[in-house]
């Protein structure tokens, strides 16, 4: 493979969505996955809008990550096109209302186990043949929020597949594919505003931008947010 392959679950919005504009305007051609159709169309068209030269293209995949079939399916198609994957970021979660502990609800808490558990497990074992065979990296993106309070189905979800990315990363330290647990700097995302009502905003976005630089040369990761409209190629890693 010549170009640059990499895979992005739950890329709509936040995070995700973020990670795909600027991996996209490194030159990466990016899968795309959420399931909400008009939020990955309305993400291609600023990465589109964006005009950078060099800017590479998007798959566009809405699915939901919790139905196995089409996951298999996805893998499947991108093995049979590039034959394997130079980076996967997994971002997408399920964050229930906050509630006491002993007010939690059980189809929130199938809900949060589904997508933030049992998702991400069946993922990493379509996806891990994929790094290997492009000799990519994982990255999964812990969230300090999950340990607070009133948090109780996404807090345990969200620690146990950290859990479960750490036993891989330690499994992997000296075969590889990379595995990569980092914390990202605070965004205005929708699931932080649940856990921080009413916490001032305004100046994310503002610092100047910071990533997480991984030991392959030519992959630097963006772990500060910045509006894709106030990109300029010079503020690319």
């Excluded at 995700?16 to 899968?31: N, P, S």
């Excluded at 997480?212 to 010079?234: E, I, M, Y």
Aim: charged share 20%; glycine share 8%; hydrophobic share 40%.
């Amino acid at each position: 493979m010549t170009q640059k392959i990499a895979l992005v679950t739950g890329a709509s919005r936040g995070l995700g969505a973020a990670m795909v504009e600027q991996l996209a305007l490194q030159g990466w051609h990016v899968v795309a996955v959420a399931r909400t159709t008009g939020g990955l169309e309305e993400l291609d068209d600023r990465v589109k809008a964006a005009g950078l030269p060099g800017a590479a293209g998007l798959t566009l995949a809405p699915m939901d990550v919790t139905n196995e079939d089409a996951m298999r399916h996805l893998c499947r198609s991108i093995h049979d096109r590039w034959g394997g994957l130079q980076l996967w970021v997994h971002t997408a979660i399920h964050v229930t209302a906050l509630s006491p502990s002993p007010s939690l609800d059980m189809k929130d808490l199938d809900r949060s186990i589904a997508t933030n558990l049992r998702a991400a497990a069946f993922l990493l074992t379509m996806v891990e043949p994929l790094l290997r065979a492009g000799q990519g990296t994982a990255m999964f993106l812990d969230d300090p929020a999950a340990a607070n309070r009133y948090s109780a189905a996404y807090g345990i979800t969200k620690a146990a597949q950290m859990q479960l990315a750490r036993n891989w990363q330690a499994e992997t330290a000296r075969t590889g594919p990379r595995v990569l647990t980092p914390t990202p700097a605070p965004m205005p995302t929708a699931t932080r505003a649940r856990h921080y009502p009413g916490e001032d905003r305004s100046s994310f976005g503002r610092s100047a931008h910071r990533g997480c630089a991984v030991d392959r040369a030519d992959l630097t990761l963006p772990l500060r947010w910045q509006p894709l409209s106030s990109a300029r190629k010079g503020d690319l890693p």
